[in-house]
C-alpha cells in the first residue's frame, strides 16, 4: 500500500514542532526519515500512524492490502514497549487477541512470526530474560504478525549497542528482501538509514521541515559489495553534509519545550 | 623513595573492604532466643514482678488455657469476621475509586480534593459518630475498618495506573487492541505489583483499627479480650492475646508474600 501525508503541521502550545510536511511513500518503497534531535520526526511517524492527531494536514493510504493483512498499519518502537508479564509469544500474541480467528491460525501466526526473526527457541522466555536485541525482535515479530501494509519504524534500533544494531539490520534487509513491505524508517543514524531504506528524506531542525530527499541508489540485495559500499560512502558525506550545520544548531538551542 | 625510582613488582593492595552485606542466620535467631530466656530468668529470679510481666512460659500456658476452653476460637472467630469484611470492602470500593481516578480525568479533578482532605483523619476518631449513625453493631466496626484500608487502597491504585509506561498503552492503541481489552490486558496487570504492595500497608491498617474497635464497646473479639484481661489484671492472658494479634499479622504478611510470589511471576 501507499501513504500519502499532505501539509501536515504540528504544534505543541507555542512550539511548532512540524512546519509544512508532505511525504510520499510509494507501495513496497523504505523510506528513510533522518534529522538532527528533537526535528519531530517521532512526531511526524504518531501522526502518520494514527496516534496523535496533527494541528493540519491529512493523511492517507491508499491501494491493495496484502494477503492475510490484519492491520494496515504496525508499529516498531524505540523502547520495546513490551508487556514484561507475558512471554515472547505472549507479546507477539497480543495483536493477535482481538482478531476473530481459530485457535490453531493464530498459533501458527505467532510461531511464524517468531521463526523469521529467529526467536523460535525463546518464545517462552519473559522480556526480562531476554537482551536488547532479543528484545527488540520480539518487537518486530509482533508487528509481522498482524502482516502490516505499512510498518512504522520509530528509531528501532537506537536503545541497542553497535554490534546488535547490525545483526537486526541485517534481519531487516532478509524481511524486505521477502516481503517488500512499504515502510517509513526514522532514525538519527545515518548508517540505518542508507543500508535499509530506498529514499532518505534529510528534515531540518525545529520546526522540522523537509530539506531534501536522497535517492539511494544501490540496490538493496548490492549495498555490502565493495562498488555498493563506495556509492554508499559518498552518500553518507552527502548526507552529513546537509545534516551536520542543522545538529550542530540544534545541539546547542535551550530546551524550551 | 624518590619521585621517578624505579620500583621492584609488587601486587597491588586490595582496598574495598567492607561496605558489602552479608547474610547471618544465626546471629537473628541467637538474639531471639536470648531476649525470651533473659526474660524468662529474669521473672524466675524474681527480678521482674510476675503481676506486670509475666514469664514467656507463663504466657504459653495461659494460651493453651485459651485455645482449650474455646474463648480463643470465639475471639477470633468474630475478630476475623469483621477484619476481612471490612478489609474486603475497602479493597474493593478502594480499587474501584483508584481505577475512576487513574482513568478519568473529570473523576480525578473531583475526588483528589476530597480524598486529601478526609485521608489524614485518624478513622479511629470516627468510630464514636459511626456508632451513632449505624449503632454499636458489627457495622460500625466493620465501617471503621473499611474507611481506613480505603484509602490507602486508593491511592496506591491510581498512584499505580499514573505509572503505567504510556509507551505501552499506545503500543496496545497502535495495534487496535479495544479499550476494555486495554484495560484487562495493559493497565490491570501493570498496576497489579503496586495495588498488591498496598495490601501489606492495608493489612497492617486493618489489624490496628480492628484492635482499636474491639477495644470501645465490644463484647467480643481478641481486642475486647486483651482490653478485659487487663482490667482483671490477668497480664498472662493479656499477653497471650497479644501474641495471637501478632502472629495473625504474621500470618497475614506471609500470605501476602505467597500471593505476590504467585501473580508476579513475571518480575
Known sequence: MELVGRGIGQVFGDVTAL??????????????????SGCGKSTLLAILGGLLKPSRGTVEVSGRKPPDCLAEIAYVFQDFNLLPWRTAEGNVRLPLEHHSMPEAER???????????????????????????????????????????????????SA?????????????????????????????????????ADRIAVFTRRPGRVREIVAVDVNRADRA?????????ELHDH???AIRQEALVADRELEHA | MPDGAMQAARPVRFRARGFVARRHPAASVVVFLALIAAWEAAVRLGLISELFLPAPSSVLAALRELIEDGTLRDNLAASLFRLLTGWAAGTIVGIAAGFAIGLSSLARAAGIPV??????????????????????????????????????TCIATFGAID????????????FDVPPLAI????????????????????AAVALLLLVAAEMIGAQSGIGAYVLAQGQLMQTDHLLAGVLVISVLGLLIGTGLSWLEKRLLTWR
Open chain 1, 107 to 157: 498459533r501458527e501466526r505467532v510461531a511464524e512470526a517468531l521463526a523469521l526473526i529467529g526467536l523460535t527457541e525463546f518464545a517462552a522466555a519473559f522480556p526480562r530474560q531476554l537482551s536488547g536485541g532479543m528484545r527488540q525482535r520480539v518487537g518486530i515479530a509482533r508487528a509481522l504478525a498482524v502482516r502490516p501494509a505499512v510498518l512504522l519504524l520509530d528509531e528501532p534500533l
Open chain 1, 160 to 196: 541497542l549497542d553497535a554490534q546488535t544494531r547490525e545483526l537486526l539490520m541485517e534481519d531487516f534487509q532478509r524481511i524486505w528482501l521477502r516481503d517488500r513491505t512499504t515502510a517509513i524508517y526514522v532514525t538519527h543514524n545515518l548508517t540505518e538509514a542508507l543500508q535499509l
Open chain 1, 225 to 233: 559489495t565493495p562498488a555498493g559500499r563506495a556509492r554508499l560512502a
Open chain 2, 183 to 202: 484495560l484487562r490486558k495493559v493497565v490491570l496487570p501493570a498496576a497489579l505489583p503496586g495495588i498488591l504492595s498496598a495490601f501489606r500497608i492495608t
Open chain 2, 163 to 174: 505509572n503505567i509506561p504510556r509507551g505501552i498503552i499506545r503500543m496496545a492503541q497502535s
Open chain 1, 19 to 36: 512546519a509544512e510536511i508532505d511525504v510520499h511513500v510509494a507501495d513496497g518503497e523504505v523510506l528513510g526519515v533522518i534529522g538532527p
Open chain 1, 239 to 241: 548526507l552529513w553534509g
Open chain 2, 115 to 152: 480524598i486529601s482532605a478526609i485521608y489524614p483523619i485518624p478513622k479511629i476518631a470516627l468510630l464514636p459518630l459511626f456508632i451513632l449513625w449505624l449503632g454499636i453493631g458489627e457495622t460500625s466496626r466493620v465501617t471503621v475498618v473499611a474507611l481506613g484500608v480505603f484509602f490507602p
